[in-house]
């Protein structure tokens, strides 16, 4: 007897005994459905804490700030010394990019700029970079593109940033009290602020040390604002920022404040500001994110403080492996006990169709046959089972993305702001889900196929 009249044999026996069939197999239904959506459930918990990770900063991103300054003490000496804390310079951020696994650095140089057009005005927060950092870091724009080398200076805005444009003259935000944004153009001409104390000082009527009137700083007319893609409702980690190119902030810092200590840069003791740069921070991109640590461990190293997300993903990904094997596990227990309806199925199957058995045997069936007919009955109800019980997971993961994907429970996993679904099921678990299934009904087969093999064939065929 070949394999395709075993095959044959195996599926008109369960359809002759269709109503105990169809109860087995939905046994199996309900079992692969409720494992599968359960680890669906931690799936889609993982992967809406990545994507929300990926909005908040990366997953390869590592952000370097200059060090401490550190103290020793002598112990012998009784004295104690400092040393000067190491600073972001040109010359560091040339070493962070010749670290292993540094796809790219870029120095970060931020500053306040106030931005106004008309009645309405907006406290900018800037992070300038290099041209190649700003195209690497695929930042989506609605409108606009990448300030380049050489250009004049201009910003790129969040799709936030619209809303902190208040109104000079009453303080009033449009946005965050009415739900209407300032009306302002992005596409029209700007004056820009760079002298902010300043100006904050010349409009609160302050004094400089001799008595004088603090006179407002000179305004300077900036346009072609690029914006980042989104709307107002809609997060990423652009939204609230505004970028540029960083050479070109620069020279606009030195035309602006000109021999002039530039805020934020150090100055020597006469107070002359030196005669480099020194950054806010360096924004780094690792190639891969199993090397992140190791590249944050080495900047380390350097004297210079690294942050990344890398150990919180690391510790949450371990607490999100817990919570599925608490999810499958659950999940499991409706498939055991599909697998022992399946064992009682098939042993009910064999008592009344034990003289039947007897006779393929007296015909010369063997008793790997024999063995191999029950053990495909089993794995017809598995894999039938766990077909239809995968369809029924794709039907009850709908569901729930459907009803829960903008209620309070999906907004605090972050699930609306990241787009991800609160019920993932990817092809791997619905192909692993499926041959378990078939894999069960096996299992649960086995035990009544040895039987079957070991019957007597006189006493069988005796049997009435």
Not at 59 to 88: I, M, P
Not at 187 to 198: C, E, L
Not at 257 to 275: C, D, E, L, M, V
């Amino acid at each position: 007897m070949n394999f395709l009249d075993l095959l044959t044999m195996s599926a008109g026996n369960l359809w002759r005994r269709k109503l105990r069939t169809v109860l087995t197999v939905l046994g199996v239904v309900i079992g692969t459905a409720s494992i599968v959506v359960m680890l669906s459930l931690g799936i889609g918990l993982k992967q809406s804490y990545l994507a929300e990770v990926e909005q908040s900063g990366g997953l390869t991103t590592v952000n370097v700030y200059s060090g401490n300054e550190l103290t020793f003490y002598d112990s012998d000496s009784g004295s104690s010394s400092s040393t000067e804390q190491v600073e972001l310079t040109d010359d560091i951020i040339e070493e962070i990019s010749q670290i292993e696994h540094v796809k790219f650095v870029s120095p970060v140089l931020t500053g306040s700029v106030i931005i106004k057009q008309g009645l309405y005005q907006a406290n900018l927060y800037v992070r300038a970079m290099t041209t190649d950092a700003l195209e690497k870091m695929d930042i989506p724009l609605a409108s606009g593109s990448i300030p380049q080398d050489g250009e004049e200076l201009r910003y790129i805005l969040g799709n936030q940033v619209i809303c902190d444009f208040y109104n000079s003259k009453t303080d009033s935000y449009p946005y965050w009290e009415t739900g209407e944004t300032a009306d302002v153009d992005l596409n029209g001409d700007f004056f820009a602020i760079y002298d902010t104390d300043a100006y904050t000082q010349s409009m609160w009527g302050e004094t400089s040390e001799d008595g004088t009137p603090i006179q407002p700083p000179k305004k300077y007319i900036t346009s072609n604002f690029s914006v980042v893609e989104g709307s107002l409702e809609e997060y990423n980690e652009f939204s609230y920022n505004t970028y540029c190119n960083i050479d070109a902030f620069k020279a606009q810092l030195k035309k602006v404040f000109r021999n002039n200590p530039i805020p934020g840069q150090p100055t020597t003791q006469s107070g002359k500001p030196y005669s480099y740069w020194v950054y806010n921070e360096a924004y780094v991109q690792v190639d891969d994110f199993n090397y992140v640590t190791e590249v944050q461990q080495a900047i380390s190293e350097m004297g210079l403080q690294a942050q990344s997300n890398a150990e919180y993903v690391e510790t949450m990904q371990n607490q999100f492996r817990t919570i599925q094997a608490v999810l499958g596990g659950i999940g499991a227990v409706s498939l055991f006990v599909a697998s022992i309806g399946i064992a009682n199925t098939m042993m009910m199957s064999i008592y009344e169709r034990t003289k039947e058995i007897g006779i393929i045997k007296v015909l010369g069936c063997s008793l790997g046959n024999i063995r191999t007919l029950f053990l495909l009955e089993a794995a017809f109800i598995g894999f039938f089972g766990g077909l239809l019980g995968l369809i029924l997971s794709y039907g009850i993961s709908a569901v729930i993305n459907k009803l829960l994907g903008s209620s309070s429970t999906a907004l605090d996993m972050g699930v609306a702001s990241t787009g991800t679904n609160i019920s993932s099921i990817p092809p791997w678990l619905a192909l692993l889900a499926l041959g378990f299934a078939v894999l069960v009904g096996i299992i649960a087969g086995f035990l009544p196929a040895i039987r079957a093999m070991r019957l007597s064939p006189l006493t069988a065929i005796k049997t009435e």
